[in-house]
């Protein structure tokens, strides 16, 4: 083998480390995925009957306040001016979200200022006097009452865990912003947009490089592949972003993962709810949200006569299911100190992403902490001979 480094997974952790090595640390990179494309759970594509770009593992939005990581994916990319905005079905009723001043106000038929919201949610709030909350709904209520939460957030949190309210700890949510302004741009960062071209024109652009080869449908733990674990064991530096509890063959445990089943459906007219996304948060509706991929990108000509909705199911992950949320019970928090240790034990192996350390990380975190793996561990041992530990 030939590769100065091999990088398993092409998610952004990998792309990020891959594309920095062969530029800046002038190295021969091998990157291999055992799926059939790179990019990871932000891969997208056209969908093959309109052209609309579908993010394939639910919708993935660009949004960071960190300058360097910004600086960073605009060398591969530019990104529009989409704003993320997020709306929610209740009892036939459509709401803006997060709670803001717009939601209290038609959620009460009112026309509250910001300070006679203010104390009626903590009117509402102090329901359970002062009591210590005891489940997630106890929680809840203690934060925003119990109108907003018993309307908002109560079953749609229950249907993304498929258990009874009364059943989830409170320790699932410690906070619940509400805005006292009419304010409902989704996320709080400097920088959003989505990219120009689509995520995967990005993706390719940083691996577009004589020194980075990429192998996909190559798996690490097949031994039939030059690649693989057993093959690079002790003869390259591996930077490794699959499922840490995998690579330790979970001596330690299986680490519990939520993930989503997506309904894909291409309806025959321009425009099916008028935003990109629609959240159902009542308990007769077995979805969670539907997504409809035309009004991520307003900029673009597609198609009036047909549009792509995907609904949105959430349940617990079963061998062979996608993880996409770490659950984090105190046995997977055991579990995962053990494979800390086993991790900083295995000599030439570094583990990072989101599967890699059993986190959800952000695509703007994923890349961050690329950055700083490539600073802090690949950069000292390739230029000073460092220890890869
Ligand atoms: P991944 O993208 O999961 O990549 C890991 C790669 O490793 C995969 O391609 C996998 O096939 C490969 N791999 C695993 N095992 C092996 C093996 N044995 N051999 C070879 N290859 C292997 N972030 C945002 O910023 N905005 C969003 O709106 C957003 N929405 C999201 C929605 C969902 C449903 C999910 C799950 C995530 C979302 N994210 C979002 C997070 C984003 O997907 C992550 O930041 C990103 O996936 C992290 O990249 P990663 O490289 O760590 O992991
Ligand atoms: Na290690």
New binding site residues.
Partial sequence: MNADLLV????????TVAERAANDLGLNVVV????HH??????SEPEAQTGIEVHR???????TSNERVWNYVNQFTGFTNYVHKVYTNHHGIVYPMPVNLHTINQFFNAAYSPSEARQLIAEQAAELEGKEPENFVEKGISLIGRPLYEAFIMHYTAKQWQTDPEQLPASIISRLPVRYNYDNRYFNDTWEGLPVDGYTAWFERMVDHPRIEVKLD????DDAQPFSKGAAAGQVPVVY???VD?YFDFEAGELGWRT?DLEEEVLPIEDFQGTSVMNYPDADVPYTRIHEFRHFHPERSYTKDATVIMREYSRFAEKGD?P??PINTDADRAGLLAYRDLARAESNVLF?????TYK???????IGS?LSMVDNKLRPHFTEGARLE
């Fill in positions: 398993v997974g092409s998610g952004l952790f990998g792309l291999i995925d055992r799926r790179i990019g990871g759970n932000a891969y593992y639910g919708a993935h939005l660009f949004h190559t798996d690490f733990f972003t699959g499922p995998r989503i996608e996409y949320y990072g992403g989101r599967l890699g959800y990380l952000d695509m703007h975190m994923a690329a």
